[in-house]
């Protein structure tokens, strides 16, 4: 790699070298079906698991046979084939996905271990301490390596820690922790098979601080003129493959003469795979192709419509929907702070221990990011998972897994993230400003997720069953101030409502108001308010997709058309689609399209601020100024 690199061949390569040991003795040490997540340095995880050298070579040049499809460079993939889970570039979530992992083998009673590696440098990560933690409250079966190389980029551990020993976090909770020489592969595989030995029987977390070095650059690019001259002569005395040579030697396990002959004979299938790489023809970029890719694709069986129904709030639909779903998917998984005996901050999941069990309704740490991540790693192991955010509001503390990890997975190589995170959203309890927002507009602009936001409590049922349906990772909005205060016939049994479809929720023909969420009741009580005004309007239900085909028709029909949210004005997800009105739509229109939100402001808590905040305060004006245009 460093000659194809000099020769500017390929453009980019993270280097292991002197860090070998570490990659081939853990990968030799787990079964063939017990997953792995390296990082960007463990090339021999990949080659000890038999990965052809040429399908890796055609990842890292971006060819049609790469496990990206070009999408992705490096070891950023994974591959269900060899049991591998690759990394993203921030480093720390994966370990996260390794507890989600685990926790599948756990409930499915598979005795398996998984093996997640992360630098030293990453341990200052939030996902470290979250992942670790939940895998010892959890008693999960996962290995974490920390690869300690002495240097993040360029950043020595002096920079990056105070404790004298990495291994000694283990101790903060409640777990077991060992320290080896990483260079060392007789000791880095005996150490590893001798943990996943215990771990399968005996489920529990280890943490292991391999002590190695690098001796090249973080990439090679980056240099490395910021190391001392002496550790470099220091650690080319342990350097991992010479030292084990040595020693099969001096053992008498090979002849003088086979290593050059192992080594001649390993170059002609390298040089020959490397060339049979860069020989495929590059890809066709395609736009059909990449935008079909983002999400597995999926339509909603036929189902029987339910011919009883009865009155439910729109809370016991949700309820509903999720018991239904739990009973249905024997592999799914609800997780969620204060969710099992308790039954969530808002008892949507009462009862649901006695009936499912604390395997399948699991209380949660008070972590976001890792349950996230935990989810997707279900969701790899075969899984379904449902994460409840207890306010959608502090999603933000698990926003990377979400739109870095859930959203672009199927597109990067192929595997579906079959997870719905469930928000609790929206104002008018005078909650304030980390209770009440509505966030929707932070994920409706990320590829890769499906977002739904139901009005009606027969619409709650029938979307959230319809996203746990859906292999896709869905965010589900919830409106916190619908959940006691309106209530409808909910069909019985088995119930779905096509992700991507609007509903016409009443007809009319002077304008159009488009909205979701509480917006459809802030213009229901408007045209009743008002019914000389023969006002439409259309309930989104779904943002991403969201019905283009619907709307479009009803402001053809009525010619004016105001956009309707309880998100903030600017770049609240009404912009989209007055842009695609004004776009599509603009000979039909008898005036400007209009919106009508929220203060671009934080939500308040003071009832009389919170109501001056909301979008309903402003709905009257608004339409007069459409209606008078």
């Known amino acids: 790699m460093l000659i194809l690199l000099r020769q500017g061949r390929i453009g980019k390569w993270f280097s292991g070298i002197g860090q070998e040991a570490i990659a081939v003795g853990c990968t030799l040490a787990l079964n063939a079906d017990e997953y792995i997540l390296p990082m960007h340095r463990n090339l021999g995880v990949f080659t000890t698991r038999d990965i052809p050298l040429s399908r890796l070579m055609a990842q890292w040049q971006g060819k049609p046979s790469g496990f990206t499809k070009g999408r992705d460079r490096s070891f950023h993939f994974g591959t269900q084939q060899y049991k591998i889970l690759g990394m993203i570039s921030h480093l720390g979530p994966q370990m996260a996905l390794a507890d989600g992992i685990a926790l599948a083998d756990v409930l499915n009673k598979k005795k398996h271990a998984t093996l997640v590696f992360t630098g030293e440098g990453a341990t200052s990560e939030g996902d470290f301490h979250e992942a670790l933690n939940v895998a010892a409250v959890w008693n999960l079966p996962v290995i974490f390596i920390i690869e300690n190389n002495g240097y993040g980029l360029s950043t020595p551990v002096s920079e990056q820690y105070a404790c004298k020993r990495l291994v000694d976090k283990a101790i903060g909770y409640g777990m077991e922790g060992r320290r080896i020489d990483g260079n060392n592969l007789l000791e880095v595989y005996n150490t590893i098979h001798s943990i996943a030995e215990g771990i399968r029987y005996n489920p529990r977390p280890v943490l292991v601080e391999c002590i190695t070095f690098r001796m090249r650059g973080h990439e090679e690019a980056s240099g490395t003129k910021y190391v001392p001259e002496h550790l470099f002569e220091e650690w080319r005395a342990k350097d991992p493959i010479a030292n084990f040579e040595k020693f099969l030697l001096d053992e008498g396990v090979l002849r003088p003469e086979w290593p050059q002959i192992i080594k001649a004979e390993f170059g002609k299938l390298i040089d020959a795979e490397i060339e049979k790489a860069f020989s495929e023809p590059d890809i066709v970029p395609n736009i059909n192709t990449e935008?079909?890719?983002?999400?597995?694709?999926?339509?909603?069986?036929?189902?029987?419509?339910?011919?009883?129904?009865?009155?439910?709030?729109?809370?016991?639909?949700?309820?509903?929907?999720?018991?239904l779903s739990m009973r249905k998917y024997s592999n799914l998984v609800i997780?969620?702070?204060?969710?099992?005996?308790?039954?969530?901050?808002?008892?949507?999941?009462?009862?649901?221990?006695?009936?499912?069990?604390?395997?399948?309704?699991?209380?949660?740490?008070?972590?976001?990011?890792?349950?996230?991540?935990?989810?997707?790693?279900?969701?790899?192991?075969?899984?379904?998972?449902?994460?409840?955010?207890?306010?959608?509001d502090f999603v933000s503390s698990g926003f990377n897994q979400v739109v870095n990890n859930l959203a672009k997975t199927y597109y990067r190589w192929g595997q579906n993230v079959d997870v719905v995170v469930r928000m609790p959203t929206g104002g008018g309890t005078s909650a304030g400003p980390f209770h009440s927002q509505s966030n929707e507009a932070w994920f409706t602009k990320t590829p890769g997720l499906k977002v739904v936001y139901p009005a009606t409590p027969a619409d709650a049922k029938g979307l959230l069953m319809a996203a746990i349906a859906d292999p896709n990772p869905v965010m589900y909005f919830e409106h916190k101030y619908l959940y006691r205060s309106n209530t409808d016939d909910v069909p019985d049994g088995e119930y779905y409502i096509e992700i991507g479809k609007a509903k016409i929720v009443k007809e009319g023909t002077k304008a159009s108001i488009i909205t979701y969420g509480l917006g459809v009741h802030w213009a229901l009580e408007y045209a009743a308010k008002h019914p000389d005004i023969a006002t439409e309007i259309v309930d989104l239900r779904s943002l991403q997709p969201w019905d283009k085909e619907a709307v479009e028709a009803s402001v053809k029909k009525t010619g004016r058309v105001l956009i309707l949210h309880e998100d903030t004005l600017t770049s609240g997800f009404g912009g989209e689609i007055a842009a695609h009105l004004a776009e599509h739509c603009f000979s039909y229109l008898d005036a400007p399209v209009m919106r009508c939100a929220s203060l671009d402001t934080a939500i308040p808590m003071n009832k009389d601020l919170e109501d001056q905040f909301m979008a309903k305060a402003r709905l009257d004006e608004g339409m007069s100024k459409l209606l008078s245009y």
């Open 335 to 392: 997780m969620g702070q204060d969710i099992a005996e308790y039954g969530g901050a808002f008892k949507i999941t009462q009862g649901f221990v006695e009936e499912f069990g604390r395997g399948r309704v699991r209380n949660t740490p008070i972590c976001e990011s890792a349950i996230v991540g935990a989810g997707m790693g279900l969701a790899v192991n075969g899984a379904k998972a449902v994460v409840e955010m207890q306010f959608a």
């Open 291 to 323: 935008v079909a890719d983002m999400y597995k694709p999926y339509s909603l069986p036929a189902f029987p419509q339910p011919e009883t129904s009865t009155k439910r709030r729109y809370i016991d639909a949700i309820s509903d929907a999720l018991r």
